[in-house]
């Protein structure tokens, strides 16, 4: 997350010879056909073209979700003593999941335009996704056993994924605009870094994921 606002900050810093837009506010995500949905925050720049026509960049950070796992997930312990042959198991009893988002694109405003009064745009972007996925191990004897060294208990899944957008905007002079947009974004390249991220993912994921953003954008000349 740190090097994501690191990023944002170094774009600022190197547009301050012209108009460009800060932005930040809430964030609502939910995949298509999954119950659990998430909240979170949004940061943004953009950067004005023309008064019709900008480009923007923002990153989103939403908080973990949590749920029981569907159906009973039993990983078999391995004992400390090689002499010891009881057969000892441990359940999985909470997957959490979460997303940091990522996105780019173009924006073209209608109406009043980018700086000015009412406007509704819309456009396309590219997304890249993280997901951190973690999952709960009811408790056991660990003095006399351990997991597995190829059971994991936490992954990541890095995708990446195109969509369109679109919003409205009012901006009052001298205070800054307040918006609303909604996207819809297509996965088409995810990629688990074990197998813990790809079992805890069934739960929560979903190639076809919605969000909304509200916020305040303040521009700077």
Do not use: H
Not at 121 to 136: D, E, F, H, L
């Amino acid at each position: 997350m740190k090097k994501i606002i690191f990023c944002l900050l170094f774009l600022f810093s190197l547009t301050s010879y012209a108009q460009y837009g800060i932005s930040g506010g809430l964030s609502y995500l939910k995949g298509f056909g999954v119950d659990k949905s998430f909240v979170g925050l949004n940061i943004g720049f953009e950067l004005p073209r023309d008064y019709e026509t900008s480009f923007y960049l923002k990153a989103s950070f939403y908080g973990k979700n949590k749920v029981a796992p569907t159906s009973v997930s039993t990983i078999y312990l391995e004992p400390l003593d090689p002499n010891n042959f009881d057969i000892e198991y441990v359940n999985v009893i909470e997957n959490t999941f979460n997303y940091t988002t990522i996105e780019g694109g173009v924006r073209y405003y209608l109406l009043d335009g980018y700086d000015n009064g009412f406007a509704l745009y819309g456009g396309s972007n590219v997304m890249g996704i993280i997901n951190s996925a973690k999952r709960r191990f009811d408790t056991f004897n660990d003095e006399n056993y351990r997991l597995p060294a190829n059971t994991q208990e936490k992954g990541t899944i890095l995708a990446l994924a195109l969509g369109f957008s679109g919003g409205a905007k009012y901006t009052v002079p001298a205070v800054g605009t307040f918006f609303m947009e909604a996207s819809g974004d297509y996965i088409i390249i995810p990629m688990a870094s074990n197998e813990a991220a790809q079992s805890i993912s069934a739960s929560f994921y979903s190639p076809l994921i919605f969000s909304l953003s509200i916020g305040f954008r303040k521009d700077f000349y």
